[in-house]
């Protein structure tokens, strides 16, 4: 029987990617977010056991992440940074005892009752101060 060798994957290069996020880049979001995705599912998973919250979850972690990119100092960490971010936010919503999602869901403009306002139009508090 002659020995087989099994290959890991390659390590992801997270660093050009981040700076590419950085510079505006969503498209290179999209790689990091698809190079990540399984393992912070998987401690989302592990932490509340149950599929649907872990997805609810690794989406928070990813807005997250995204939203807080420019903190992260070692660009080349990104898959450890968002992964302790998921494990973080597994604790919280354990220890407040949230078994549902806390970000307000999507809603299809299509179908709100009212509709949404026009950034372009005039703050009603500067309509009064007028």
């Known amino acids: 029987m002659t020995e087989q060798t099994i290959q890991s994957p390659l390590p992801v290069?997270?660093?050009?990617f981040?700076?590419?996020?950085?510079?505006?880049?969503?498209?290179?979001?999209e790689h990091l977010v698809n190079a990540h995705y399984g393992t912070v599912y998987a401690i989302a998973l592990?932490?509340?056991?149950?599929?649907?919250?872990?997805?609810?979850?690794?989406?928070?972690a990813f807005l997250r992440a995204y939203l807080l990119?420019?903190?992260?100092?070692?660009?080349?960490?990104?898959?450890a940074w968002v992964g302790r971010l998921a494990r973080?936010?597994?604790?919280?919503?354990?220890?407040?005892?949230?078994s549902r999602r806390r970000l307000a869901p999507l809603v299809d403009l299509d179908e709100m009752a009212v509709p949404p306002s026009d950034?372009?139009?005039?703050?009603?508090?500067e309509e009064v101060a007028r």
């Open 13 to 16: 290069e997270d660093a050009p």
């Open 18 to 29: 981040v700076e590419r996020v950085r510079a505006g880049d969503s498209e290179a979001y």
């Open 46 to 60: 592990a932490h509340l056991r149950r599929s649907d919250e872990a997805q609810d979850l690794v989406q928070d």
């Open 69 to 79: 990119i420019g903190q992260l100092h070692d660009p080349q960490r990104f898959g």
């Open 88 to 98: 973080n936010l597994c604790i919280d919503w354990q220890r407040r005892g949230a």
């Open 119 to 125: 950034p372009r139009s005039p703050n009603p508090r």
